[in-house]
C-alpha cells in the first residue's frame, strides 16, 4: 500500500499477509494451547483456529471452473504510509431461517458500509483511488470473498484525514462461512432444532473475510459499530456496550422485522479483536454478572464481568451456575493485572463467551473473550478438578492478553511471541496468584519447559523472532508450541536470573511505555536493561541469542579435584538434539552456535555447608563460549 494515488500492497509474489482487501487463505497449524499439554486432561486453547473443513469453491481443484487462491496474486505486508484511524461498520446480518419462520422474498444481496478513517503523512494530496484488483466470477458460491462496486466508493478529505467509504459491500453467496474462519454460522441443536448462531474468529488475518481492513497488528484504530439483525435474534454482542444516546431500533424490510443496534466506540485496537457474537436470547444468557471497580477516577468507571453461554448452563433450572466459577475467575485475575501494572481497562464491559462450536479454545477479543464452551463453563459437581484448572488456565491465557496482545500487540507476526508467549507465562503467575493453594509453581518446568524442550530439540524449529515471516504460511508456523512455550519459559529464565520483583517493575515500565503501540523485541529489552542496571553485563545482550537462534545448548561441566583448586571448573557447551528416527540422515550441527547461559554452582555436603561459588557482585557467570574454565572465588 502507498499513499499519494492509490491504496495497494508492495512486495515480492507471495501468498496475502495483509492488503487491505485480500481475501487469502491460508492452511496451518493453528495456535498451541493456552494451558498444559492436551494429554493430561486440558483442552487445547488454540487462540487462532485450525482451517480444519473443507475450503471454497474457489479453491477446489476438482470442480469445473473454480479458481485457485494460489493463482491469484495477493501481495503482503503493508508499507505503514497510511494510518487508519477510526472504522465505522455498518454490517447487516442474514442467518438461516429457523422452521418456524415466515420467509420472505429471498434476499440475493449484502448491503453494508465501512467507512475508514485514515491519516495520510502528505498534507498535499488530493485524491485517493480505489482500485479493485481481481474480479471474481459472479456466480462463485463462497463465503469468503468479497466484492466492492466500483461506483460505491467515494473518497473525501479533510485536512490530514481522509475518509474512505466503500458502500454496498457484498458478499458472492447468500450463506455465511461455516469454517470456524472469519464471521461464520454456527449451528446446534436444543429440543429437537437446528439453531444458528453467528460468531467470529478473525485472528490471525481472517477480518478481511468480513469487511475491508488493514488486517495487520501493527495498525490500531478505533471501531464504531452498528449491527442489524432479525429481531428474532435478540442476544447480540461486539467488543464494546451498546450506545445509550443512540437506543435500538427497528426496521421492516423485505417483510421481515429487523433491529438496529448502535454501538460505542471501542478502544485503539487491532482489527483482529474485533468480535460479534449474534443468537436468540432465549438459547443464550448472562450468568449474574460481577461488576469490577477501576479505582482509576471517573475517567474509567467500574465495569461488569459477564459469563455468556447456553441458557441451561449458565442460568438454568435446578440452581445451576456452571458460569459462576469463569465470572469469578474472571474478576479475580483482572484485579491480579490491575494490581501488578496499574493499568485501566480500556473498554467498558468483559464479557466471556461459551459457544458450541469454535475451533479455538479460545479467542482473547478485547471485552468480548470467546471460548469453546467445554474451556468456559466448570460444572460442580460433574468436573474433575483438573478440568477446574484447565478452565482457570484458559480464562488466564485469554485475560493475560489484556495487557500482552491487546494494550500491547506486536507490530508484525514474526515476534508473535511477544503477545503468546507472554500470555502463557503470564495465566500461571495469574494462577500462582488467585489459587495459591493449588501449589502449581513447581509444575511450570514439567507443563511448559518440558513441552518446549521436546520441540525445539530438532532442526525443524524456529526461533522465536524470525524477521523473514511474510506469508499466510509463515504466519501460521509461528503460531506454535515454540512461540508459547520457549516463549514462556525464556520469561521464567528471565524471572528467575533477575528475582521476582526486579522482572515485575521491569515489564510494569515496559507497559507504561509502549501501551497503545505496536511493540517488538528490542521494547522489551530496553526496560529489562534499565533494572537490571550491570555495568559489565547488557542482558539485551546476553538474551539475544535465546530469541534469535533457534535450538538451546546442552551445557556440559566438570571439576578437576586433582587441580591444586578443586572447586575450579570447565564447562563446554553445544546444541541439543534429540536422534533422528532409523533410517534418516543424522542432523548437521553448526558447531558455531553458542548461547549466552547464566551459570550458578552451589556445593556442599549436607544443607548448612552449601556454598556458593562463580559470583561476582550478585551476578552469575555466563557460559558464552563453547567452551572454557571458571575460577571459583
Known amino acids: 500500500m502507498t499513499s499519494g494515488t492509490r491504496f495497494e500492497s508492495k512486495g515480492k509474489d507471495r501468498d496475502d499477509a495483509g492488503g487491505i482487501f485480500g481475501q487469502g487463505q491460508g492452511q496451518g497449524r493453528g495456535k498451541e494451547e493456552g494451558g498444559r499439554p492436551a494429554e493430561h486432561g486440558e483442552r487445547p486453547c488454540r487462540c487462532q483456529c485450525h482451517d480444519s473443513k473443507p475450503r471454497s ?130 449451528q446446534y441443536m436444543k429440543d429437537g432444532q437446528l439453531r444458528n448462531l453467528i460468531v467470529s474468529q478473525f485472528q490471525a488475518f481472517k477480518a478481511r473475510r468480513a469487511f475491508p481492513c488493514f488486517d495487520e497488528p501493527g495498525y490500531r484504530s478505533t471501531f464504531t459499530t452498528t449491527l442489524q439483525y432479525p429481531k428474532r435474534f435478540g442476544m447480540t454482542r461486539t467488543n464494546e456496550d451498546v450506545d445509550p444516546s443512540n437506543p435500538a431500533s427497528e426496521v421492516n424490510a423485505n417483510g421481515l422485522l429487523w433491529t438496529k443496534t448502535v454501538y460505542k466506540t471501542s478502544a485503539r485496537m487491532p482489527v483482529y479483536l474485533n468480535a460479534f457474537l449474534v443468537s436468540d436470547a432465549n438459547d443464550f444468557k448472562f450468568h449474574e454478572p460481577i461488576v469490577m471497580a477501576q479505582n482509576y477516577g471517573t475517567s474509567f468507571p467500574a465495569f461488569p464481568v459477564n459469563t455468556i453461554g447456553n441458557a441451561e448452563l449458565v442460568a438454568g433450572p435446578n440452581n445451576r451456575r456452571d458460569g459462576r466459577f469463569a465470572a469469578e475467575q474472571g474478576r479475580d485475575m483482572i484485579e491480579a493485572l490491575k494490581n501488578w501494572f496499574e493499568q485501566p481497562y480500556t473498554i467498558s464491559k468483559l464479557d466471556q463467551a461459551g459457544v458450541p462450536d469454535f475451533s479455538a479454545g479460545a479467542m482473547e477479543n478485547w471485552g468480548l473473550v470467546v471460548y469453546r464452551e467445554a474451556s468456559l463453563l466448570y460444572q460442580p459437581q460433574v468436573s474433575t478438578a483438573d478440568q477446574k484448572r484447565g478452565v482457570a488456565a484458559i480464562i488466564g491465557h485469554e485475560l493475560a492478553h489484556m495487557i ?53 530439540a530438532f532442526t525443524t524449529t524456529h526461533a522465536l523472532s524470525d524477521p523473514s515471516v511474510e506469508t499466510i504460511a509463515d504466519i501460521n508456523g509461528m503460531f506454535s508450541t515454540i512461540t508459547y512455550a520457549k516463549g514462556a519459559s525464556i520469561l521464567h529464565m528471565i524471572k528467575g536470573l533477575m528475582q521476582e520483583t526486579p522482572f515485575f517493575n521491569a515489564l510494569k515500565q515496559y507497559v507504561k511505555v509502549n501501551a497503545d503501540i505496536p511493540t517488538r523485541p528490542e521494547l522489551l529489552m530496553t526496560e529489562l536493561d534499565k533494572v537490571y542496571n550491570s555495568a559489565s553485563d547488557k542482558l539485551s545482550e546476553r538474551l539475544s541469542k535465546w530469541i534469535y537462534q533457534k535450538g538451546y545448548p546442552v551445557v556440559t ?58 559470583q561476582a557482585a550478585n551476578r552469575p557467570c555466563w557460559v558464552s563460549s563453547a567452551s572454557g574454565e571458571f575460577n571459583s572465588v
Request: charged letters at 20%.
Open 57 to 186: 469453491d474457489l479453491d477446489d481443484p476438482l470442480k469445473p471452473g473454480s479458481l485457485r487462491l494460489s493463482r491469484i496474486n495477493l501481495n503482503g505486508v503493508l508499507t505503514n504510509q497510511i494510518d487508519p484511524i477510526n472504522y465505522e461498520l455498518f454490517l447487516k446480518i442474514h442467518l438461516p431461517y429457523d422452521a418456524n419462520d415466515t420467509i420472505p422474498e429471498p434476499l440475493t444481496t449484502r448491503g453494508n458500509t465501512v467507512a475508514i478513517t485514515l491519516k495520510t503523512p502528505d498534507s498535499n494530496l488530493k485524491s485517493i483511488t480505489l482500485h479493485v484488483r481481481h474480479e471474481v466470477p459472479a456466480d462463485s458460491k463462497t463465503g469468503h470473498i468479497l466484492r466492492f462496486a466500483k461506483d460505491k466508493v467515494t473518497v473525501t478529505k479533510k485536512a490530514e484525514r481522509t475518509a474512505v467509504v466503500v458502500d454496498s459491500l457484498e458478499y458472492l453467496t447468500s450463506e455465511l462461512a461455516q469454517d470456524n474462519q472469519g464471521l461464520y454460522l454456527s
Open 404 to 456: 500482552f496482545g491487546n494494550l500491547l500487540t506486536c507490530q508484525w507476526w514474526s515476534d508473535t511471541w511477544l503477545n503468546e508467549g507472554f500470555a502463557r507465562f503470564m495465566q500461571y503467575e495469574l494462577m500462582y496468584r488467585t489459587k495459591p493453594r493449588w501449589n502449581l509453581q513447581p509444575m511450570f518446568t514439567y507443563w511448559v519447559v518440558r513441552e518446549a524442550m521436546s520441540q525445539d
Open 557 to 614: 561441566v566438570s571439576r578437576n579435584y586433582d587441580s591444586a583448586n578443586p572447586n575450579d571448573i570447565s564447562y563446554t557447551q553445544k546444541r541439543f538434539l534429540l536422534p533422528v528416527a532409523p533410517g534418516s540422515s543424522a542432523p548437521v550441527l553448526n558447531e558455531t552456535d553458542t548461547w549466552d547461559v547464566p551459570l550458578t554452582l552451589i556445593s556442599g555436603a549436607i544443607k548448612d555447608d552449601l556454598q556458593v561459588a562463580l
